[in-house]
């Protein structure tokens, strides 16, 4: 399908002494770049207006189904600059497809994987200007939500897709800070037929208050357990988790509908074989974790995903209490996955998987 993207430029973009002042100490998610892509679509017209433009508030019906019945899915993936200065995208098509699959299940229009390509790479091309350097990265978001104005419980009739960019510090100011995870008892992420495979807002929505009680007990992140026997560990609010063992084991909870497929997840798997680790995708109950993190057999375990990239699991509180993994450091496993990883996403490394785009 082709569709002609009409650009807008930025009347008034954010001055050079502005922007280097954003890029220096990003954060994440709390600056944004100059331009946007939108794409519209509706049932008589398919996918049309797709335009490169400022950045700018929507103007959104009060009645948009978005706002009551929550139609909306998202991306997250990023965009790097090389050390030879060319920009470049890290498996991209990926986030295409399960952009597809989130929209399957939420009963939304799919969107050409060419087309959601061509409109990220457009903004990143556009604002290629905020993508940091030193490590840093430009977070990008896709995303799209329903906005027909009408009450009924249905799928809705029309969809604004969109990009938005935000420029990304190194996540990692100290390689060695390991997370702690808070095991919620009271709350579960997605059941089974339910809608946790898919990026859709509202499976973070259902996180957000176990996220908070894991803040409060000074947690980074909440570790969600399954929703039918509460014994298997699933994954973490907005990342995958991986378990290192002495006998270089390595595994992760399979994908059955409700775990996010994550491809910083897929990408480790590959990578770690090619490292020699026996890799499986295996239920692991969080008392075994326990035990095996008390015997000594499990020396290690880390946390993945596009924004922390991979972040090692130092200790695990629970309402039983709390156990530390390992020595409560990041270890050197989950260190030398996370270089490797970093090296290839930055193009630092042969492209053996044909895992990088370049974006312009
Ligand atoms: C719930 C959840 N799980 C896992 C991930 C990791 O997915 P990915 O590696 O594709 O970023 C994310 C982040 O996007 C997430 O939000």
């Known amino acids: 399908m082709t569709l002609v993207f009409e650009t807008i430029p930025h009347p008034r973009p954010l001055d050079a002494g502005s922007r280097s002042a954003a890029l220096e ?16 679509w509706n049932s008589e017209a398919g996918w049309h207006d797709a335009r490169v433009e400022a950045r700018r508030p929507f103007e959104i019906d009060p009645a948009a189904s978005v706002l009551h019945y929550a139609q909306e899915i998202f991306e997250g993936m990023k965009a790097y600059r090389g050390a030879d200065g060319r920009i470049l995208l890290f498996r991209p098509e990926e986030n295409a497809r399960r952009f597809n699959l989130s929209a399957e299940r939420m009963a939304m229009p799919q969107l050409p994987e060419d087309i959601f390509l061509e409109a990220v790479k457009r903004l990143v091309d556009v604002d290629r200007d905020w993508v940091p ?16 104005a009408f009450l009924g419980v249905r799928p809705a009739s029309s969809y604004v897709f969109c990009v938005i960019a935000s420029p990304a510090g190194a996540y990692f100011r100290n390689g060695d800070d390991a997370i702690r995870l808070w095991v919620t008892p009271d709350y579960t992420r997605a059941a089974p037929g339910g809608t946790g495979a898919a990026k859709c807002g509202g499976n973070y929505a259902g996180s957000l208050l ?33 378990f290192v063992f002495d006998d270089g084991r390595l595994i992760t909870p399979p994908l059955r509908g409700t775990i996010l497929p994550g491809i910083t997840r ?8 090619e490292r020699g680790l026996t890799v499986s995708e295996a239920p692991v109950s969080f008392d075994q974790w326990q035990a095996d993190a008390a015997s000594g057999s499990l020396t ?30 990041t270890g050197p496993v989950t260190t030398a996955l996370r270089d490797e990883l970093t090296a290839l996403q930055r193009g630092d490394r042969p492209d053996r998987h044909g895992w990088v785009q370049a974006c312009s």
């Open 266 to 273: 897929d990408s480790i798997m590959t990578i770690a074989r």
């Open 300 to 329: 290690e375990a880390f946390a993945c995903g596009t924004a922390a990239v991979i972040a090692g699991i130092g200790s695990v509180l629970s309402p039983g209490g709390q156990f530390a993994v390992g020595d409560g450091k």
């Open 133 to 148: 350097g030193n490590g840093g990265s430009l977070y990008l978001r896709p995303f799209m939500f329903s906005d027909e």
């Open 210 to 242: 176990a996220q908070r009680q894991a803040i409060a007990r000074e947690c980074d992140q909440v570790l969600f357990l399954d929703a039918v026997e509460g014994r298997w560990v699933e994954e973490l609010g907005g990342m995958n988790i991986f």
């Open 25 to 40: 100490n990003p954060g994440f998610g709390k600056h944004f770049t100059d331009h946007m892509v939108t794409i519209r």
